[in-house]
Nanobody, 124 residues
Framework: QARLEESGGGSVQAGGSLRLSCAPS????????MAWFRQAPGKEREGVAA???????KYGDSVEGRFTIIQDSAKNTLDLHVNSLQPEDTAMYYC??????????????????WGQGTQVTVSS
């Protein structure tokens, strides 16, 4: 059973930045698709960004241009650079991983493996 461990969350003021990191238990290259999702209290889970093992990334509309997903093979981590944070970005952020997906790699649908999440809180 693969394990994913997120880190890097915290509390920042609006306009600030964070770097979230996800460390899988095995080699990152074994996953076809890795992604970040987030969920705020009382809201549905939202896809943030996804990247396949060719390095092709896709982003959710609400974060396009502010967030960057990076698959770092040297560190064996999936990172999410989050910039220009706003209070509406406050949520628990989850890392997810999957093998080959017929629908392709995007931050949507169900993934086989999930982390426990890391909290991001943005104050105005």
């Amino acid at each position: 059973q693969a394990r994913l461990e997120e880190s890097g969350g915290g509390s920042v003021q609006a306009g600030g930045s964070l770097r979230l990191s996800c460390a899988p238990s095995g080699y990152i290259a074994q996953y076809y698709c890795m992604a970040w999702f987030r969920q705020a209290p009382g809201k549905e889970r939202e896809g943030v960004a996804a990247i396949d093992n060719f390095g092709v990334a896709k982003y959710g509309d609400s974060v396009e241009g502010r967030f960057t997903i990076i698959q770092d093979s040297a560190k064996n981590t999936l990172d999410l650079h989050v910039n220009s944070l706003q209070p509406e970005d406050t949520a628990m952020y989850y890392c997810a991983a999957d093998g080959w997906r017929r629908e392709g790699c995007s931050p949507s649908g169900d993934f086989r493996y999930w982390g426990q999440g890391t909290q991001v809180t943005v104050s105005s």
